[in-house]
């Protein structure tokens, strides 16, 4: 059964029905698209076209004044984004994309149904740049829109106004709608695409993939090596070094990798006349004026067939396709050693590691909090380790990472739960802040609620119009065709079903009482709430949460209150002890120093390991027996880093006894 459609609020004669003309008095949105950041830079004609000449257009043709005598206009281009502090950041954006996923548009459908809302018309340069949906349900929530709110469109390219009123002026822009779905898939997905296609299958980069170090692509047209990889010498030389250097270390790859962390970078940067693509397209990180890459990419580096030559895209493999930058005895020698087999199914017989991996099901314990860190190289993520879970803190130098916190999910989220409950006991805040920030979130899941009803609506009807035509045709291709389109069409209803469904649940659960209620009995009442809830709640009172790394003992905590007056907090939490791995550089020291040197020159020597743990590692390195010394230092499980810490922040260790092992502190 077909939706019934809301007619325009307004009537409108014949001649406005086929002729429209704009209301200047209302408000104009223009609407600017690019499907790729770099027609912001390449194309300039493209992106001045959709912005400074539209604005002119509006001005200058269609009498809209920026005097305020007319309706405002407001330009959207959609793959520009401005933050709070006024800086642009640039984007891609596609018009097969559902409005939801384009910001200016669905501002502009947003203000299109506000109540409050005076746009009367929304201006592109073509159709194609509001939408491309195949599908065409985004643009057909859009055509609904425009109809029950007596917005018009305007096409610049065409001088072109369409009333949606008028069902002939909805179904031709429909039918633009799908002209440029069909180009996307006949033309670019088709003959483009087939084109790279078999330029790749020829032996040629064709921009797909990524250019592998060591080599760039020649871009004379003239050259017979045109689009293929050629040599770029200052990098080849260094992959060439790799694969010797891996060798002469006995094709020992954990050595390998601590030598290569030990480097400032690996690879230089490339000179200025190497052009942009292939610098942006050699997946390499920027360190220290060159670049390097992360861990894992090393046995890539080493296993990978196009330094002998071979090249591999679209199921074809080209040998002696482009210059090689190793020996092949030399190439087949590492690859054999981190192989189990070769490309052509041949055993390589190596020796593997034994690994030992616990099977461990992770349970439905969720993380209550996200955490960012103060220090850029790290990350902050969640998981569990054997029955425990942990934030863990993790640091990125290069191809180096390392696991600099490993906090007790149970013994942070308390703290901060705990921390919250006295801010309440103690202050008043103002009920009616929360309340408008919660009002948000509601209104959010409000909006996103009526546009997946909308698109639910929509594909029915489009569903209908479908089987209809479908009864009509009696050729297979195009019956076949119809089927594949109503089959993504349920897909794309049952997974907004879905939303809808999370949606509703979620917006129960915030509305549960008032805000004044929920607070006021929160602490009693914090177990019994859904995690859901308390996430919810959370969410309103927390701006921000950072987790960072102070000594191998101890680790901070900051919070950053919704509430203004709440300001900033910061909570030190001691582990009670450190859990640093000792590294081969650290071991040549204590087996150095061990025997000789007192205490204290040791742990100024090691000054991130407690008396404890260099106790432990002399006996495991045999470099203890038989030597006693003396203790200047007497807690053996404290090390010389966290004794500095608590110095800078005037604490001691009996502040985090008994038990009590959080410690706020406040500037």
Request: with cysteine.
């Amino acid at each position: 059964m077909v939706a019934k459609r809301k007619k325009p609020t307004k009537f409108y004669a014949t001649e406005e029905l086929y002729n429209p003309r704009i209301d200047t008095s209302r408000d104009a949105y223009l609407y600017g698209r690019q499907s790729d950041k770099e027609q912001v830079v390449e194309n300039i004609q493209s992106h001045i076209s959709q912005t400074v000449r539209l604005l002119d257009y509006v001005k200058n043709t269609l009498g809209f004044k920026d005097d305020g005598t007319t309706g405002s206009v407001t330009l959207f281009v959609e793959n520009e984004v401005v933050d709070s502090d006024g800086n642009v950041s640039i984007k891609d954006a596609s018009g097969t994309w559902p409005i939801d996923r384009r910001p200016g548009l669905k501002a502009i459908c947003n203000a299109i149904e506000s109540p409050t809302s005076n746009v009367g018309v929304v201006i592109a340069e073509y159709v194609d740049r509001l939408f491309r949906d195949e599908d065409r349900i985004d643009s057909n929530i859009f055509i609904k829109l425009c109809r029950e709110n007596d917005v018009f469109v305007h096409i610049e390219s065409k001088r072109m106004t369409y009333n949606f009123a008028n069902l002939q002026h909805a179904e031709m822009f429909r039918m633009e709608v799908q002209m440029a779905a069909a180009y996307i898939e006949n033309h670019v997905r088709g003959t483009m695409h087939r084109r790279r296609s078999l330029a790749a299958r020829s032996g040629m980069w064709a921009g797909m993939g990524s250019i592998p170090v060591g080599y760039i692509t020649e871009r004379n047209e003239e050259d017979p090596r045109y689009g293929k990889f050629i040599i770029y010498k200052p990098h080849a030389k260094i992959v060439h070094w790799l694969f010797v250097r891996f060798v002469k270390l006995g094709y020992d790859l954990v050595e390998f990798k601590r030598e290569l962390q030990a480097m400032p970078y690996i690879f230089p940067a490339f000179e200025s006349w190497v052009h942009p693509s292939d610098t942006s397209k050699c997946n390499l990180r920027v360190q220290n004026g060159g670049f390097s890459f992360c861990e894992s990419t090393i046995e890539k580096i080493l296993t990978n067939q196009v330094y002998i030559g071979i090249f591999k895209r679209e199921g074809v493999t080209r040998v002696d396709n482009h210059p090689a930058i190793i020996e092949e005895d030399l190439f087949w020698s590492v690859y054999d050693r981190l192989r189990d087999f070769r490309p052509d199914g041949t055993p390589t017989n190596r020796v593997r590691r034994v690994v030992k991996y616990s099977q461990i099901t992770y349970a439905e314990r969720k993380p209550l909090f996200t955490f960012t860190s103060s220090d850029p190289k790290a990350t902050v993520s969640y998981g569990r380790s054997a029955q425990w879970y942990h934030y863990k803190v993790r640091v990125y130098d290069g191809m180096s990472r390392e696991t600099v916190v490993s906090a007790y999910a149970d013994v942070v989220e308390d703290a901060i739960v705990a921390q919250l409950f006295e801010r309440l006991q103690l202050q008043d805040i103002d009920i009616g802040d929360m309340e408008k920030k919660r009002a948000a979130i509601i209104e959010k899941n409000a909006k996103r609620k009526r546009r997946l009803e909308q698109s639910i609506e929509a594909i029915d009807e489009e569903i209908d119009t479908l089987t209809v035509n479908m009864g009509k045709i009696k050729t297979d291709v195009v019956v076949a065709r119809l089927e594949t389109q109503i089959e993504k069409l349920l897909g794309r209803k049952s997974e907004a079903e879905a939303e809808l469904v999370q949606i509703a649940q979620s917006s129960q659960e915030i509305v549960l009482g008032t805000f004044e209620e929920e607070l006021k009995d929160l602490e009693q009442s914090w177990h019994k709430h859904s995690f859901g809830l308390r996430k919810s709640l959370l969410k309103l009172l927390i701006k921000e949460l950072k987790l960072d790394y102070v000594s191998p003992r101890f680790y901070r905590i900051t919070i950053v209150w919704m509430y203004g007056n709440w300001g900033v907090e910061t909570a030190f939490i001691d582990k009670g002890k450190g859990n640093k791995k000792w590294r081969s550089d650290d071991n040549k020291i204590l087996r150095d120093m061990y025997r000789d040197k007192s205490q204290l020159e040791i742990m100024k020597a090691l000054p991130q390991r407690s008396w404890r743990s260099i106790l432990h590692q002399a006996d495991h390195l045999g470099v203890r027996e038989g030597t006693w010394k003396p203790k200047t230092i007497k807690n053996v499980n404290i090390c010389l880093d966290d004794m500095a810490f608590l110095e800078k922040f005037g604490l001691t260790l009996e502040q985090f006894q008994d038990g009590n092992d959080v410690v706020w502190y406040f500037w």
